[in-house]
């Protein structure tokens, strides 16, 4: 069975500096695809940024970008010059071919100014 | 569009009793989910359909069932409501072939107390 860990429960960031939220995952698919999700109080669920296992560049979108390790089964979420609004819950998940999504048990960010 | 809507939004119910949560997409998504979110936990797969007609059990069905009548509305529905069900509870949807890394869009939630 395919499982995501977070190893994280709580981490803290001043404002305007970088933190990585960590996400390993345990497959024996070759291919699949990792995304990180943003929930903030609202409890909305926003996807932040996806990365294909066949890829090897790590993906990027503004601030946020991904360290993607496939022989580690590791994957990283940078955030940069993070913001007040960054404060949220952040799930890694992962799927497959055959199965939907799978969600780590998240890691809850406070940005502090 | 609306995307993905969810009703109701709060909701406590008694031990024993029934109910069904609505849930319907406006984005011709033949995919469907329903997910629960217990308290400090990730998301956990109930339910799933590919397209009308179609469902699939999840990680944890037990105590629900859904229906795919048309392309846009999945319900989600609980019989005999326990304790145990007490979550947030949350629709997605998306358009693609057999989970394939399109992005899932999700409903906004429903907060489900039983007791």
């Known amino acids: 069975a395919q499982t995501v860990t977070q190893s994280q429960p709580e981490m803290s960031v001043q404002e305007a500096e970088t933190v990585t939220l960590s996400c390993t995952y345990d497959?024996?698919?070759?291919?699949?695809?990792l995304f990180w999700y943003k929930q903030p109080p609202s409890r909305q669920m926003i996807l932040v940024i996806r990365?294909?296992?066949?890829?090897?560049q790590n993906a990027t979108e503004n601030r946020f970008s991904v360290n993607f390790q496939k022989a580690a089964k590791s994957f990283s979420l940078k955030i940069s010059d993070s913001q007040l609004g960054d404060t949220a819950m952040y799930f890694c998940?992962?799927?497959?071919?055959?199965?939907?999504?799978?969600f780590g048990k998240g890691t809850r960010l406070s940005v502090i100014a | 569009n609306a995307g993905v809507t969810q009703t109701p939004k709060f909701r406590i119910l008694k031990i024993g009793q029934s109910m069904t949560l609505q849930c319907a997409q406006d984005?011709?998504?033949?995919?469907m989910y329903w997910y629960r979110q217990d308290p400090g936990m990730g998301l956990k797969l109930i339910y799933y359909?590919?397209?009308?007609?179609?469902?699939d059990k999840g990680e944890v069905p037990n105590g629900y069932n859904v229906s795919r009548s048309t392309t846009e509305d999945f319900p989600l529905r609980l019989e005999l409501a326990a304790p145990s069900q007490t979550s947030v509870y949350f629709c997605?949807?998306?358009?693609?072939?057999?989970?394939?890394?399109?992005?899932?869009?999700f409903g906004p939630g429903t907060r489900l107390t039983v007791l």
């Open positions: 984005m011709n998504h033949n995919y």
């Open positions: 998940a992962f799927m497959t071919r055959h199965t939907p999504l799978v």
């Open positions: 997605a949807s998306s358009y693609s072939g057999q989970f394939s890394y399109n992005e899932q869009f």
């Open positions: 990365q294909e296992a066949y890829k090897q």
């Open positions: 497959t024996s698919e070759n291919n699949y695809y």
């Open positions: 359909s590919v397209g009308a007609g179609i469902t």
